[in-house]
C-alpha cells in the first residue's frame, strides 16, 4: 500500500537512527568502564563536577571542553579538543575564523563523519578534525 521508493527510504533510515541510539544506550552498559574509571574506583563519571567558566573570549588558543561548563564565551580561531568528557556550552558564540577539532578518540571522529555522510552536520566542519594520540594532547 504504501510500497514507494521514499516511503522505504524514510523508513530505512528511521530504523537506522534507532538502532543507531539503541546502541549508542546499551553500549556503555557492556563496559566495565565508566568514563574510563573502574565501577569500583572511586570517581564516578557522572559525578565528576564541571569547572564553570563566564563571559571569557578566547582568541589563538585551545579549548578544553572534558568537564567544563562555558557559559557566555566567545572562540575566535581556536582550536576545540573534546575526548568524550562532559561539558556544557550555553550561550557561546564561535566568531569567524577558523575553528578547530581534536579529540583522540575514534568514536568521536567516526560519529562526525556519520553526521557528514547524513547531512546533518555541515560539511566543511568534518575537513577541520584533527586525530591525535594521547601522548600528543598531553603536552598542552
Known sequence: ???????REIGFIVIF?????????????????????????KE???????TQVIGQKYQNTTIILDWHEYINCEFEHCTIRWNGGKYVLK???????????ETQ???IINTVYLLKTL?????GFADTLQLHPPEYLKKD
Open 1 to 7: 500500500m504504501f510500497e514507494t521508493p521514499l516511503i
Open 91 to 101: 550561550d557561546c558564540k564561535a566568531k569567524e575564523g577558523k575553528v578547530v577539532f
Open 105 to 107: 578518540s575514534r568514536d
Open 44 to 50: 564516578d563519571y557522572n559525578d565528576k563536577p564541571l
Open 119 to 123: 547531512n546533518i552536520l555541515e560539511q
Open 17 to 41: 537512527v534507532a538502532i543507531i541510539f539503541a546502541v549508542a544506550w546499551y553500549l556503555p552498559k557492556l563496559s566495565p568502564k565508566v568514563g574510563g574509571v573502574s565501577k569500583s574506583g
